[in-house]
């Protein structure tokens, strides 16, 4: 049995990440500002991943009902934007770093420990979901862009903080997926039907949630350890 924490597990990849992996034998931690179901194999934690203590009381259930912890999915964050860079709100850059950069690291620093402290080190993973927009620049979307390519260099610096502990760090980077996200993302460009961004993808279509939730899963494998400190992009060929 291998067990699993996931953020922003409400909906959108989080949710298809705790579905493919409890397909896969997992048992799942999920933490979301909202609530999700429970089962068997998964237990729900409502709390904000802005918040420390809610990461490490997350992380202890996964530990005490299973004893243990070798994956976590940082999966929630945030989109702002729909302007230039010198007309954005003072707070807008403030307000991502903090959901969709300090939420990943949070994350990170509430499960490592329990990672080098459990049975198997060398299978554990951690996984921060990136996006395009920690490759590219995209349009109207500065402060987006810097939170996601902070996510990517965070990646890295953990991977090689983590060196020779076999535990693993890798950034997951999807292209445009049927999301809540995604439609908040068409929202800030006035546009009334995301799929309009397929303009933007190799396969001219919108990525599907399980699709992306697909490759994290992998990432979480045993086998998943080859990508340490990489950027797998999940992305449909995407060009900005």
Same mark, same amino acid.
């Given at each position: 049995?291998?067990?699993?924490?996931?953020?922003?597990?409400?909906?959108?990849?989080?949710?298809?990440?705790?579905?493919?992996?409890?397909?896969?034998?997992?048992?799942?931690? !999920?933490?979301? =500002?909202? @609530? $999700? *179901?429970?089962? /068997?194999?998964?237990?729900?934690?409502?709390? %904000? +991943? #802005?918040?420390?203590?809610?990461?490490?009381?997350?992380?202890?259930?996964?530990?005490?009902?299973?004893?243990?912890?070798?994956?976590?999915?940082?999966?929630?964050?945030?989109?702002?934007? !729909?302007?230039? =860079?010198? @007309? $954005? *709100?003072?707070? /807008?850059?403030?307000?991502?770093?903090?959901? %969709? +950069? #300090?939420?990943?690291?949070?994350?990170?620093?509430?499960?490592?420990?329990?990672?080098?402290?459990?049975?198997?080190?060398?299978?554990?993973?951690?996984?921060?979901?990136?996006?395009?927009? !920690?490759?590219?620049?995209?349009?109207?979307?500065?402060?987006?862009?810097?939170?996601?390519?902070?996510?990517?260099?965070?990646?890295?610096?953990?991977?090689?903080?983590?060196?020779?502990?076999?535990?693993?760090?890798?950034?997951?980077?999807?292209?445009?997926?049927?999301?809540?996200?995604?439609?908040?993302?068409?929202?800030?460009?006035?546009?009334?039907?995301?799929?309009?961004?397929?303009?933007?993808?190799?396969?001219?279509?919108?990525?599907?949630?399980?699709?992306?939730?697909?490759?994290?899963?992998?990432?979480?494998?045993?086998?998943?350890?080859?990508?340490?400190?990489?950027?797998?992009?999940?992305?449909?060929?995407?060009?900005?």
């Amino acid at each position: 049995m291998r067990v699993a924490l996931v953020t922003g597990a409400a909906g959108g990849i989080g949710s298809a990440t705790v579905r493919t992996l409890v397909a896969q034998g997992f048992c799942v931690v !999920g933490l979301d =500002l909202r @609530e $999700a *179901p429970e089962s /068997e194999h998964v237990a729900h934690v409502v709390g %904000d +991943v #802005r918040d420390r203590a809610a990461l490490d009381g997350a992380v202890g259930l996964a530990v005490e009902r299973w004893g243990r912890l070798d994956a976590a999915v940082a999966a929630a964050a945030v989109i702002a934007g !729909g302007h230039p =860079l010198w @007309e $954005a *709100p003072d707070d /807008e850059l403030a307000d991502l770093l903090d959901v %969709d +950069v #300090r939420g990943v690291w949070n994350t990170a620093a509430a499960a490592v420990p329990a990672m080098l402290a459990g049975p198997d080190p060398s299978g554990c993973r951690f996984v921060a979901v990136a996006s395009a927009a !920690g490759t590219y620049g995209l349009f109207h979307l500065a402060a987006y862009t810097t939170a996601k390519h902070a996510v990517v260099g965070l990646v890295k610096g953990l991977a090689a903080d983590l060196v020779a502990t076999g535990v693993t760090a890798v950034a997951v980077s999807p292209g445009s997926t049927r999301t809540d996200l995604l439609d908040a993302t068409a929202d800030l460009y006035g546009v009334p039907d995301p799929t309009v961004f397929t303009s933007n993808q190799l396969l001219r279509r919108l990525l599907e949630p399980e699709e992306v939730a697909a490759t994290i899963a992998f990432c979480c494998s045993v086998e998943g350890g080859v990508l340490n400190g990489s950027v797998v992009h999940a992305d449909g060929g995407f060009r900005p």
